[in-house]
């Protein structure tokens, strides 16, 4: 193909900060039809799928390419097809290290590395992309019988990647993908593919779609119900692009909680999740953002490990507290365990370290109206967030039960004039009714699927 044509194609891929990712189980040039009246523009695909037949065709369909490269003595050569049959870049998926490493990889590749949460660059520019494989399936986690397993918070306890995603999109300006994949044989629901969109859209990061083997059978085959559930999917990621600028907001809300990498923030199940499932609005604080005007409209603040802060950042929080601010900090000689290179979850013995500060952050919140409180909400998880001027205020919600909720009751602390629920499942925006309540406004919801978002107009 003439070198200007080949331009041409790749001229109308979208930037990589607006590609919307699925992994994609063909290198046949016609599963591209698959994507018509979805957002998925970037399919990353196994080595097996590569081919400059592919390339061309999804480049003319404005589709970027991206091929999964493992750690292994033939990652260099990888990294040599992957620009020799046209794709637009690799993706690096594992624990790679300075001998795994591909060595000298095309230029024109754009290089994502899903590789172990621990060694993400969070100071990544805001062009790149960052991201990681590893992240729990989101669901309300079960037990033996049917039973649902209970959190120390005492609620039901969701599966999710929601604590780790709020912490990355605060620490960095780059782009944030978590690229988990359906526990092997297992078959789901189309719900729980839509929770896992939910589960990192609603944190601003963008969840890499990968259906599992039978799904991806079914849908390749034409089945009816598996292209059912693929529009269900396409619609649900739409639900969120059709939003961009949700994405770059940041959490909202009167408690902020200083965490960092070596206080457990890249872990799953910690503080920040417990705080979660009570539906508390909460700001995670980067040590780099430890500065007296970040705590400006907080009035609770949590420091995990205060050992780890240096000097200027400990005067940062006692200034916060000169100010009026309740600091609550982790026992005292404590220091959060050693993070474990693959570790995502803390261990039994971690969680009940931290039982102690959960008990008394649980305790100074209280029934307190922190931002937002939520009633009727056992199986939802909320983020509340806003931009640089807090106009206007967006309220998350995702269901990670298979059914609808109903009957949900929201008090918001402050005044609002306005309240707009958006859905997933339809395309009906609706103005809430508010009334008063003691400390704000509230409003109710008679029903939501998955997941829903309320535009809030101070």
């Excluded at 999710?160 to 629901?189: D, K, S």
Aim: include cysteine.
């Amino acid at each position: 193909m003439p070198l200007l044509a080949l331009l041409a194609l790749v001229a109308i891929a979208p930037p990589p900060q607006d590609w919307v990712p699925a992994r994609w189980p063909s290198g046949d040039p016609k599963s591209l039809e698959l994507l018509q009246g979805t957002p998925v523009n970037c399919l990353v695909l196994e080595p097996g799928d590569w081919s400059p037949s592919f390339s061309q065709a999804a480049a003319k369909a404005g589709v970027a390419t991206l091929g999964v490269i493992r750690p292994g003595p033939d990652a260099n050569a990888l990294s040599q097809k992957a620009g020799q049959t046209g794709l637009t870049g690799i993706v690096l998926e594992g624990n790679f290290d300075a001998s795994t490493m591909p060595k000298d990889p095309p230029p024109s590749l754009v290089i994502v590395p899903l590789g172990l949460r621990s060694k993400i660059h969070f100071d990544a520019p805001p062009s790149a992309i960052v991201g990681t494989n590893q992240g729990l399936w989101p669901g309300i986690h079960p037990e033996d019988q049917g039973a649902t397993h209970a959190a120390a918070s005492g609620a039901v306890w969701i599966d999710t990647n929601a604590g780790f995603l709020r912490f990355a999109h605060a620490a960095t300006a780059a782009t944030v993908w978590i690229g988990n994949t359906p526990p092997a044989g297992t078959i789901y629901p189309v719900e729980r593919y839509l929770q896992a969109i939910g589960d990192a859209a609603m944190n601003g990061a963008r969840w890499v779609v990968a259906l599992d083997s039978d799904f991806s059978k079914r849908m390749l085959k034409g089945d009816a119900r598996a292209l059912s559930d693929w529009r269900r999917i396409g619609r649900e990621l739409a639900f969120y692009e059709s939003h961009k600028d949700w994405r770059g907001y940041q959490a909202f809300g009167k408690l902020a909680l200083v965490e960092s990498a070596q206080s457990g923030a890249l872990l799953s199940g910690g503080v920040l999740d417990m705080i979660a499932t009570k539906h508390t609005p909460v700001r995670p604080v980067p040590p780099s953002k430890v500065t007296p005007e970040f705590f400006e409209g907080s009035e609770m603040a949590v420091d995990v490990d205060p050992g780890s802060l240096t000097q200027a950042q400990k005067d940062a929080l006692k200034a916060f507290t000169r100010s009026g601010g309740t600091l609550l900090t982790g026992p005292p000689g404590w220091k959060f365990p050693s993070l474990q290179l693959d570790q995502i979850t803390l261990s039994k013995e971690d969680t009940e370290k931290l039982d102690q500060i959960w008990k008394e952050l649980n305790s100074m919140t209280g029934r307190r109206n922190l931002g937002a409180r939520l009633f009727n909400a056992s199986t939802l998880l909320s983020n509340m967030v806003a931009p640089a001027d807090g106009k206007p205020v967006v309220l998350h919600l995702v269901n990670y039960s298979d059914y609808p909720v109903e009957n949900l009751t929201v008090q918001l602390l402050g005044k609002y004039s306005k309240a707009v629920l958006y859905r997933a499942d339809s395309d009906k925006a609706v103005t809430l009714e508010l009334y008063p309540t003691e400390e704000g406004v509230g409003f109710d919801i008679d029903k939501m699927g998955v997941s829903a978002a309320i535009v809030l107009t101070p």
